[in-house]
Nanobody, 127 residues
Framework: QVQLVESGGTLVQAGGSLRLSCAAS????????MAWFRQAPGKERKFVAA????????RYADSVKGRFTASRDNAKSTVYLQMNSLKPEDKAVYYC????????????????????WGQGTQVTVSS
């Protein structure tokens, strides 16, 4: 059984930075793509970033390109999301997800590609 535990969410001022972490267990972490999604109050969960098994392939939502960076440490079974230049509209619950394959670029933003999810961590950005 896969377990994903996010951490690092907190209140930060606009323009600030934050790094989220997601520790995985219960599955061979290095064999699966990982992703970050976020969900604002009253809105659907949306794709933020995805990273391949090796970390060499990445995909980002247009809204975070140039500001957010996904990375992973397979030795620690952990995926990260570095968030810079945060904006009030980045406020959401951030979820990490484990994919069902190593990488397939065109599918990586599809929520249905991810059978395993963490419980989420709240990020609040004050203006």
């Amino acid at each position: 059984q896969v377990q994903l535990v996010e951490s690092g969410g907190t209140l930060v001022q606009a323009g600030g930075s934050l790094r989220l972490s997601c520790a995985a267990s219960g599955r061979t972490f290095s064999q699966y793509a990982m992703a970050w999604f976020r969900q604002a109050p009253g809105k659907e969960r949306k794709f933020v970033a995805a990273i391949s098994t090796t970390g060499n392939s990445l995909r980002y939502a247009d809204s975070v390109k140039g500001r957010f960076t996904a990375s992973r440490d397979n030795a620690k079974s952990t995926v990260y999301l570095q968030m810079n230049s945060l904006k009030p509209e980045d406020k959401a619950v951030y979820y990490c997800a484990m994919g069902s394959r190593a990488w397939f670029y065109s599918r990586m933003a599809d929520i249905n590609e991810y059978p395993s999810w963490g419980q989420g961590t709240q990020v609040t950005v004050s203006s």
